[in-house]
């Protein structure tokens, strides 16, 4: 049963280009959840995917856009980078299994990303 | 407004030794929390969670947890220690409501051989 994975590993940009980030889920989830883990810190929370819509977001600017497929995978895109946006993006899985309160996000082994 | 502290940046245990990690959480409404374990340039992996029920909880690799409402505390604990446990440790809490994930700042652990 594979778990989340997360394509590419490493990642390097320029300031001011763009780039995409994407995430396959666990077998039965359908909710993807994606964070911003800087050096040092504790991870972020960007948004969360469900059902193909965005469901909740946290405070990151609208450069950070993201999209579910029909599929449950998910792409984080971010525009514009900024080299504050060198991180380890972290993708998170989970099911709501008709009752959230159960959910367990896990997580891939992320994307590190470098903008220089 | 949600928050978590892990109040340690390291803590440094003999193997063998039971280990304590701190965190306290502030939420309003009912708490989820988590515990989870990052190794070196990989992701997160899931440790233990609190729901509801049991203030003590029991996770992967004899972790365990105990939750303490009145001091708005979810401590991870294990007996003894091994020199493997040693990577860094992030507790998480997500309100009712919300489906988002607030971590702490992460507590490296440091078994000593």
């Known amino acids: 049963d594979a778990g989340v994975t997360q394509s590419p590993t490493h990642l390097i940009k320029t300031r001011g280009q763009q780039v995409t980030l994407r995430c396959s889920p666990k077998?039965?989830?359908?909710?993807v959840s994606w964070y911003q883990q800087a050096l040092g810190q504790g991870p972020q929370f960007i948004f969360q995917?469900?059902?193909?819509?965005?469901?909740q977001r946290g405070n990151f600017p609208d450069r950070f856009s993201g999209h579910q497929f029909p599929n449950y995978s998910s792409e984080l895109n971010v525009n514009a980078l900024l080299l504050g946006d060198s991180a380890l993006y972290l993708c998170?899985?989970?099911?709501?299994?008709?009752?959230?309160?159960?959910?367990?996000?896990?997580f891939g082994p992320g994307t590190r990303l470098l903008v220089l | 407004a949600q928050s978590v502290a892990q109040p340690e940046d390291q803590v440094n245990v003999a193997e063998g030794n039971p280990l304590t990690v701190k965190c306290t959480y502030s939420?309003?409404?009912?708490?989820?929390l988590f515990w989870y374990v990052q190794y070196p340039n990989r992701g997160l992996q899931f440790l233990l969670k609190?729901?509801?029920?049991?203030?003590l909880v029991k996770g992967s690799y004899g972790f365990e947890a105990e939750f303490n409402k009145s001091q708005t505390s979810f401590h991870l604990k294990k007996p003894s220690a091994l020199v493997s446990d040693s990577a860094l440790y992030f507790c998480?809490?997500?309100?009712?409501?919300?489906?988002?994930?607030?971590f702490g700042t992460g507590t490296r652990l440091k078994v000593l051989a």
């Open positions: 609190y729901i509801t029920g049991d203030n």
């Open positions: 995917y469900y059902e193909e819509e965005e469901r």
């Open positions: 077998s039965g989830h359908d909710t």
């Open positions: 998480a809490v997500r309100g009712s409501g919300t489906y988002k994930y607030i």
């Open positions: 939420v309003s409404g009912n708490p989820y």
């Open positions: 998170a899985s989970s099911s709501l299994a008709g009752l959230h309160i159960q959910e367990t996000q896990y």
